[in-house]
């Protein structure tokens, strides 16, 4: 049997303070649940897509979220990953006795 399992990576250029007047910053959300500055290992979003690439994950939706004033953007990239199913769990027949699901 064939599964999935799903990540988001989310990219968004903000309004700053600093010098060049935006920041691009990257997190990652995994399957987990759990969530991973990613800013720091890599300055575009194309730079992190390639080694996510490279860990198996495929982009399978972007989309681009346009309720946001016009120096901010904020782009979700959507990854799945083929993942090890477990095997199916024998079931009880009627006869009480184990058997194979068919």
Known sequence: MVAFEYSL???RRLASPTEAGWEVTFAWYAP???MVDMTPYADTAVAHLNR???QGWELVTMT???SL???NELHRY???RMVQAPAPRPRIGRSGRMSRAR
């Open 64 to 66: 681009e979220d346009h």
């Open 78 to 80: 959507h990854l799945k």
């Open 32 to 34: 987990d649940g759990s």
């Open 69 to 71: 004033d016009h120096p």
């Open 9 to 11: 990576f989310v990219r």
């Open 52 to 54: 996510l690439g490279a």
